[in-house]
């Protein structure tokens, strides 16, 4: 996504953390239908198979800026 940064790898399973600009959180809903579709699942009519995504991607997860990380953020500057 545009503007969006990487900021972070998470967890054993080695997740990828991005801060997505509050003005892209629109676009999200057309990130998860293009994982949904390359994941093999009908959208729109579409039955596209694509293994690439699939074999990358086990779980997605969208989350709020916390207060603390905010403050973490601006002390750090």
Same mark, same amino acid.
């Given at each position: 996504?545009?503007? /969006? ?5 998470s967890g054993? /399973?080695?997740?990828?953390? !991005? ?6 959180? #629109?676009?999200?809903? /057309?990130? !998860?239908?293009?994982? *949904? ?6 959208? *729109?009519?579409? *039955? ?6 699939? #074999?990358l991607i086990? *779980? ?10 905010? !403050? ?6």
């Open positions: 996504m545009p503007g /969006s940064t990487f900021l972070e790898t054993e /399973s080695g997740g990828l953390v !991005f801060n997505l600009p509050i003005n892209n959180v #629109n676009e999200l809903g /057309s990130i !998860f239908s293009i994982i *949904d579709l390359q994941k093999g699942n009908k959208i *729109d009519g579409l *039955d596209k198979k694509c293994n690439t995504l699939s #074999n086990t *779980d997605v997860g969208v989350s709020q800026t916390t207060l603390e990380e905010v !403050f973490m953020e601006v002390s750090n500057e």
